[in-house]
């Protein structure tokens, strides 16, 4: 009898043992799994922020084969591509995004954005025009002054633009936007002002120094502006200037600026030499 107490309570232990074991096993196992949730989110962030776009695609498509449902997972994929200047390949699947009832409206904004990368400028207007206007964004406005722009509605295009620079901390790239608008409306004296408060915040930005010196060559302004450049960024602009000037029919003094870019560049100038050979041949 005492046997038989003794044997019961040893398979009472082993059961519980047993148990027991197998709770703390599902609990580890619900503990890891958390943490690879927890270290997947990071990854994720990462791959959207300081990857290479490149890897960044290839992360997402490989764990998406993996979790095919995951809407989280496309937005990663889907911006990796734009990322990747490949925007046109990531139109289908910012669309299955957007086709989905967890669809925000920041998801539209991705599609809008792509779209507009990729000149579908229609789509892109009516994939904003689904966002509600309560939904006040910095890359609502600058989308909604490109697709005005688009069709030289100038009116609302700067109406955006001003709207997008006040919610941004970092405006050079919308005004220099901007000032890019007003090039191609021939208003170069309002494009100057914007490429030069453009260049305020943002003193290394060459592409507005470009623009710059663009807009005072419709002025006839062949004389560069005080603003930062290096030696190399000087002679572009001379060159600028240059072509602009002959594009005015003032040959000789693009002829001279010509000249001027050749000898300041710190090393051989092909695109200035080239000019300056066609000019006097």
């Not at 044997?7 to 027991?20: E, H, I, M, P």
């Not at 994939?127 to 030289?152: H, K, S, W």
């Not at 609302?156 to 709207?163: I, V």
């Not at 005080?226 to 060159?239: G, K, S, W």
Request: proline content about 3%; overall charge negative.
């Amino acid at each position: 009898m005492l046997r038989t107490g003794v044997w019961s309570l040893a398979v009472c232990g082993l059961a519980l043992l047993a148990a027991c074991e197998k709770n703390s096993e599902a609990d580890v196992n619900r503990a890891l799994d958390g943490t690879n949730l927890i270290d997947q989110s990071n990854l994720n962030e990462l791959m959207l922020t300081v990857a290479d776009p490149e890897d960044a695609v290839n992360h997402f498509e490989r764990v998406l084969a993996q979790q095919p449902d995951r809407l989280d997972l496309k937005r990663g994929l889907a911006r990796s591509l734009v990322r990747a200047r490949r925007a046109e390949a990531s139109l289908p699947v910012w669309r299955e995004i957007v086709a989905s009832s967890e669809a925000t409206d920041d998801d539209r904004l991705g599609l809008a954005d792509a779209l507009v990368r990729t000149g579908t400028w229609e789509e892109a207007r009516a994939e904003l025009d689904r966002i509600p206007p309560t939904y006040e964004t910095y890359d609502r406005y600058r989308l909604e002054a490109m697709v005005a722009d688009a069709r030289q509605d100038w009116r609302r295009a700067d109406s955006f633009y001003g709207t997008a620079v006040e919610l941004t901390t970092r405006p050079s790239g919308v005004l220099n936007n901007w000032g890019y608008s007003k090039l191609m409306r021939e208003d170069y004296s309002g494009a100057e002002k914007l490429f030069l408060e453009a260049l305020k915040h943002d003193p290394a930005m060459f592409t507005a120094k470009n623009n710059l010196a663009i807009a005072r060559a419709g002025q006839r302004n062949y004389t560069l502006p005080v603003i930062e450049m290096t030696q190399a960024e000087r002679a572009q602009l001379l060159h600028t200037l240059a072509l602009g000037a002959i594009k005015q029919g003032d040959v000789q003094t693009g002829r001279v600026l010509l000249r001027e870019a050749v000898e300041t560049h710190p090393q051989h100038f092909e695109a200035a030499a080239r000019s300056l050979a066609a000019l006097e041949g």
